[in-house]
Antibody, heavy 121, light 108 residues
């Protein structure tokens, strides 16, 4: 059974940092690209960042580029999101998600339960 | 970046058909995925690549995509279908991946 378990969320002051982790199990982690998707309170889904299975290629939304480096440790089946220079507008539930390649595209087929990040003084 | 729009809300009576649209410039050239999200829960994939269903998703959920509009159709709507629905337009050249604005489906 595929499981994605996020951790590392919490309350942080503006300008501060947090590191999110996502422990993956139930599949061969290194074979899959992974993404982070966030959802501000009462708002819609916003894709944040993605990383290829090998970790070679990374992608970012403009809103976090230069502030939230994504990485992974395939030996530990773990995905990371280092969140720096946090702003109030970064407040959201952050979901870890697995990307499944299909015949035509790539689709998020599994999501974690999310971890809440609150940026406030 | 690419913009995808959805109606904020759709209301439907039990047993009827709900249609949720997802609009974008030439979205028919992209693969569209649909996710269902119930309050307090993570999203669940219900349709991918315009019209394919993951295992375990009822046949009542179907999708289409052409021109500037993709559509998720929920037939024989049940109370348990009440949720927010998000489309996602995927194209290999698109980074960031784009989610639609979301549609709240209310079962009357």
């Amino acid at each position: 059974e595929v499981q994605l378990l996020e951790s590392g969320g919490g309350l942080v002051q503006p300008g501060g940092s947090l590191r999110l982790s996502c422990a993956a199990s139930g599949f061969t982690f290194s074979n899959y690209a992974m993404s982070w998707v966030r959802q501000a309170p009462g708002k819609g889904l916003e894709w944040v960042s993605a990383i290829s299975g090998s970790g070679t290629n990374t992608y970012y939304a403009d809103s976090v580029k230069g502030r939230f480096p994504i990485s992974r440790d395939n030996s530990k089946n773990t995905l990371f999101l280092q969140m720096n220079s946090l702003r109030a507008e970064d407040t959201a539930v952050y979901y870890c998600a697995r990307e499944l390649p299909t015949d035509y595209s790539s689709v998020i087929d599994y999501w974690g339960q999310g971890t809440l990040v609150t940026v406030s003084s | 970046s690419y913009v995808v729009t959805q109606p904020p809300s759709v209301s439907v009576a039990p047993g009827q058909t709900a249609r949720i649209t997802c609009g974008g410039n030439n979205i028919g050239s992209k693969s569209v995925h649909w996710y269902q999200q119930k309050p307090g829960q993570a999203p669940v994939l219900v349709v991918f690549d315009d019209s394919d269903r993951p295992s375990g998703i009822p046949e009542r959920f179907s999708g289409s995509n052409s021109g500037n509009t993709a559509t998720l159709t929920i037939s024989r709507v049940e109370a348990g279908d009440e949720a927010d629905y998000y489309c996602q337009a995927w194209d290999i050249s698109d980074h960031p991946y784009v989610f639609g604005t979301g549609t709240k489906v209310t079962v009357l």
